[in-house]
T-cell receptor, first 113, second 114 residues
Framework: KAGVTQTPRYLIKTRGQQVTLSCSPI?????VSWYQQTPGQGLQFLFE???????NKGNFPGRFSGRQFSNSRSEMNVSTLELGDSALYLC????????????FGPGTRLTVT | AQSVTQPDIHITVSEGASLELRCNYS??????LFWYVQSPGQGLQLLLK??????LVQGIKGFEAEFKRSQSSFNLRKPSVHWSDAAEYFC????????????FGTGTRLTVIP
């Protein structure tokens, strides 16, 4: 099976712009989660989507949003970018029931200038 | 709420030496525990997981971890380190009920000396 894929791998944006990141989960995985990784805050949970519904959300401002499509692919959007949004954004997918483990993609490196 | 502590920010070992990376967690019930490894510029790769049962779990690349409930620990071990093991290692805890997100420790960077 192919792993989790994320596009693009690298992005450079300017403060105030918005950005959309994409994630394709492992085939058959219906849950997709997003994490932000920064040197200062480490790995922090953004949100989880399952069957096109946001099931869980971390402590991030409303500028961070996401969605999931019927094929389980997910996108996250960050509006009005700030310098502090520079980070590695990781997407993870997992199967839907019982015990679980999350499988991560390679991430999208976002730089805000 | 769950939390994870990895007390060692950076560890240096010689190739062929044994390795132990420490992880302590906080969670009221039986946790789901994970170790992930991250190479520079890459995503996270799952090394091993603990859900229940045998407290000594085997993972990929020759790693193992032991769950000790009395110490709230889930330390990662490897008997003989290879140069390719140099990376950052993250311990994570997930809830056994309710929300499925993972809480990560701050990571331990492993340097391997030839």
């Amino acid at each position: 099976k192919a792993g989790v894929t994320q596009t693009p791998r690298y992005l450079i944006k300017t403060r105030g712009q918005q950005v959309t990141l994409s994630c394709s989960p492992i085939s058959g995985h219906r849950s997709v989660s997003w994490y932000q990784q920064t040197p200062g805050q480490g790995l922090q949970f953004l949100f989880e989507y399952f069957s096109e519904t946001q099931r869980n959300k971390g402590n991030f401002p409303g500028r961070f949003s996401g969605r999931q499509f019927s094929n389980s692919r997910s996108e996250m959007n960050v509006s009005t970018l700030e310098l502090g949004d520079s980070a590695l954004y990781l997407c993870a997918s997992r199967t839907s029931g019982g015990h679980y483990e999350q499988y991560f993609g390679p991430g999208t490196r976002l730089t805000v200038t | 709420a769950q939390s994870v502590t990895q007390p060692d920010i950076h560890i240096t070992v010689s190739e062929g030496a044994s390795l132990e990376l420490r992880c302590n967690y906080s969670y009221g019930a039986t946790p789901y525990l994970f170790w992930y490894v991250q190479s520079p510029g890459q995503g996270l790769q799952l090394l091993l997981k603990y859900f229940s049962g045998d407290t000594l779990v085997q993972g990929i690349k020759g790693f193992e971890a032991e769950f000790k409930r009395s110490q709230s620990s889930f330390n990662l071990r490897k008997p003989s380190v290879h140069w390719s093991d140099a990376a950052e290692y993250f311990c994570a805890v997930g809830a056994s009920t309710g929300a499925n997100n993972l809480f990560f420790g701050t990571g331990t960077r492993l340097t391997v000396i030839p």
